[in-house]
């Protein structure tokens, strides 16, 4: 039965129909796989960061912005489009949103264990990955959403 409401119990079913919970030790596992996919979604949003970070220095044009025209030909803007960094950080992009969807998903499961596992990883995953002294690194963040 699909529950509705939050609920707490050991019997889950996540995400697919063959993932299910019938004992103890298997929703113990289930919440420590959630507990670890929500720190390895953290990990990855702040590696995407550092590289759009590394990506936007190395692409940076190397003349002045003064001497950029402001409009340009059809076929000029299309190497930037193919620039491997870009494909890169792209690529980072969709992987982090899969993973976060996939634990919104999770969430969607109104298990109370399920929710408080997936907020306890992101809340330690940003403890260990993003937060810190790190004043000349700001980035701005587009979305504070985990799911995106």
């Known amino acids: 039965m699909m529950h509705m409401t939050l609920y707490w119990g050991t019997e889950v079913t996540l995400l697919f129909s063959s993932w299910k919970t019938d004992s103890w030790p298997s929703y113990a596992l289930t919440l420590l796989a959630c507990f670890l996919v929500s720190v390895f979604y953290q990990n990855m949003e702040e590696r995407r960061l550092r590289f ?10 190397s003349s002045p912005a003064a001497a950029t025209p402001l409009l340009f030909k059809f076929g000029r803007g299309l190497s930037r489009r193919g620039n491997p960094w870009r494909i890169a950080e792209s690529v980072l992009f969709g992987v982090n949103s899969a993973i976060g969807y996939l ?9 109370g264990g399920v929710l408080v596992a997936i907020v306890l990883g992101l809340s330690v995953g940003y403890y260990l990955f993003r937060s810190g002294d790190r004043e000349e690194e700001l980035v701005e963040v587009e979305n504070s959403c985990a799911c995106s």
Do not use: G, R, Y
């Open 52 to 61: 759009k970070t590394l990506a936007s220095t190395a692409a940076a044009p």
């Open 103 to 111: 634990l919104m998903l999770a969430i969607m499961s109104f298990n």
